[in-house]
T-cell receptor
Framework: QKEVEQNSGPLSVPEGAIASLNCTYS??????FFWYRQYSGKSPELIMS????GDKEDGRFTAQLNKASQYVSLLIRDSQPSDSATYLC????????FGAGTILRVKS | DAGITQSPRHKVTETGTPVTLRCHQT?????MYWYRQDPGHGLRLIHY???????DKGEVSDGYSVSRSKTEDFLLTLESATSSQTSVYFC?????????????FGDGTRLSIL
């Protein structure tokens, strides 16, 4: 079992819809959780951090964390074609571990 | 943007040759990392450093060595490059190894070994 798991996708959503990206992790001592966006040919860019259970909103992005279920998600409201990218989930317990990423495609 | 510069950005070389990639940071962060990214594998940690002359292995360290003689520079060396080391290499920095500090990435080096 991988330490951090994401569906590889691609996840296709129409422009203006909500994109929901999911991530599960295995290390129960994990303390901090990050979402990175990576455009094709570019480096990962940090877009969201979350440390406690519940929701955290930043503009069109909402990160959700449920430590009991070992589950973290990223919602993107009003999805735009410019949101098309690979989204990496990263979980920090004793070390930072990255998921393999979910490809998101927003169709106009 | 975090001040991280990787060089070279692209390199093509032949099997068996030595290759050194450089990462330079201006953030004075203690921790520096080298990752490789390959399709289907995501980001895999090669080596990391927690201070000058202090380094440790990651999950895919075989065939790679690193050095950190100054806080701002972290070098990754492939002593004798093999085709399996063709990849995109990213350097990252962070203020702490654990806890709430994320890692920030350089622009990457695309390395092709023929």
């Amino acid at each position: 079992q991988k330490e951090v798991e994401q569906n590889s996708g691609p996840l296709s959503v129409p422009e203006g819809a909500i994109a929901s990206l999911n991530c599960t992790y295995s290390d129960r001592v994990s303390q901090s959780f990050f979402w990175y966006r990576q455009y094709s040919g570019k480096s990962p860019e940090l877009i969201m951090s979350i440390y406690s259970n519940g929701d955290k909103e930043d503009g069109r992005f909402t990160a959700q964390l449920n430590k009991a279920s070992q589950y973290v998600s990223l919602l993107i409201r009003d999805s735009q074609p410019s949101d098309s990218a690979t989204y990496l989930c990263a979980v920090n317990g004793n070390k930072l571990v990255f998921g393999a990423g979910t490809i998101l495609r927003v169709k106009s | 943007d975090a001040g991280i510069t990787q060089s070279p950005r692209h390199k093509v070389t032949e099997t068996g040759t030595p290759v050194t990639l450089r990462c330079h940071q201006t953030e004075n962060h203690r921790y520096m990392y080298w990752y490789r990214q390959d399709p289907g594998h995501g980001l895999r940690l090669i080596h990391y450093s927690y201070g000058v002359k202090d380094t440790d292995k990651g999950e895919v360290s075989d065939g790679y060595s690193v050095s950190r003689s100054k806080t701002e520079d972290f070098l990754l060396t492939l002593e004798s490059a093999t085709s399996s080391q063709t990849s995109v290499y990213f350097c990252a920095i962070s203020e702490s190894l654990r806890g709430h500090q994320p890692q920030h990435f350089g622009d990457g080096t695309r390395l092709s070994i023929l």
